[in-house]
């Protein structure tokens, strides 16, 4: 998928990383999130070419049942904004995995241009998610297999090489 270069080359430009923390072992995380899941390293990589810039943020007390979720912070004209929290006392592997699947659901917005804030991204998913809980909290299959196999990599190497069918 071709998205606009212009704007990524605004909102990644002089070396703003698409993924960003406060945090450099967050930060070491996520690199060793490219190092070692194919799948996790073509998401970053697409993320790079898009509008989106991705915040993360470890969190001590995640709401019951949630080990990450993504929100809408904001959108300038060049970029958007969003923030992925997951669950700090996930393992390493799992945080990995977690990240990996909410920034799925980041290049999921990243196709969608019309996605400006919590209501539009909403409505997003409305159309073509699936409701997870009672309340706004939607799942895309699409993030849900990203997450699977990102584990699946990092937990067994091995199976890299022998499994296409992603
Ligand atoms: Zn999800």
């Known amino acids: 998928m071709e998205i606009q270069s212009a704007a990524a080359a605004l909102c990644h430009g002089a070396g703003s990383p698409a993924i960003r923390s406060n945090f450099t072992w967050v930060d070491q995380l996520v690199l060793n999130g490219i190092a070692h899941s194919a799948t996790f390293a073509s998401e970053a990589q697409e993320l790079s070419t898009s509008d989106l810039v991705v915040f993360l943020e ?47 659901h980041a290049l999921e917005i990243a196709n969608h241009p019309e996605v400006v804030d919590n209501l539009t991204l909403s409505a997003m998913y409305k159309r073509f998610g699936k409701r997870v809980t009672d309340g706004e909290m939607y799942d895309s299959v699409e993030a849900v297999t990203a997450g699977r196999i990102i584990l699946q990599e990092l937990l067994n190497p091995v199976a890299l090489n022998a499994d296409d069918d992603r």
């Open 58 to 104: 470890p969190v001590m007390n995640m709401p019951s049942e949630l080990s990450a979720y993504l929100v809408f912070m904001s959108a300038t004209p060049a970029c958007r904004f969003v923030r992925i929290r997951y669950d700090i006392h996930l393992s390493d592997p799992r945080a990995i995995a977690m990240i990996g699947h909410e920034l799925r």
